[in-house]
């Protein structure tokens, strides 16, 4: 079993900051491609970034340029730097991991961008 844990959430003006942190734990071996994903109230659940073993990193349109995944496997962990926030940014942020077959999952963080 492998444990995610996020970091990082909160509230935020518009055009603001934050990095969100995603520690995995656990039975780690052969951990390959990490991400975040996020889920608003009344929508389904998208992918906003994943990063593979070796860096290559994927984004949602609505947030390239914006956005940075980044990953240190030294230390098992992803992180998220989220700029230029926008009020449609708000929701709930998951980190997820795939180790072989398997597919973990953290238990979110909420991120709430003002206007």
């Known amino acids: 079993q492998v444990q995610l844990v996020e970091s990082g959430g909160g509230l935020v003006q518009a055009g603001g900051s934050l990095r969100l942190s995603c520690a995995a734990s656990?039975?780690?071996?052969?951990?390959?491609?990490m991400g975040w994903h996020r889920q608003a109230p009344g929508k389904q659940r998208e992918l906003v970034a994943s990063?593979?073993?070796?860096?290559?990193?994927n984004y949602a349109d609505s947030v390239k340029g914006r956005f940075t995944i980044s990953r240190d496997n030294a230390k098992n962990t992803v992180y998220l730097q989220m700029n230029s926030l926008k009020p449609e940014d708000t929701a709930v942020y998951y980190c997820n991991a795939e180790q072989l077959v398997d597919d973990y999952w953290g238990q979110g963080i909420q991120v709430t961008v003002s206007s």
């Open positions: 990063i593979g073993t070796y860096g290559s990193t």
């Open positions: 656990g039975n780690i071996f052969s951990l390959g491609a």
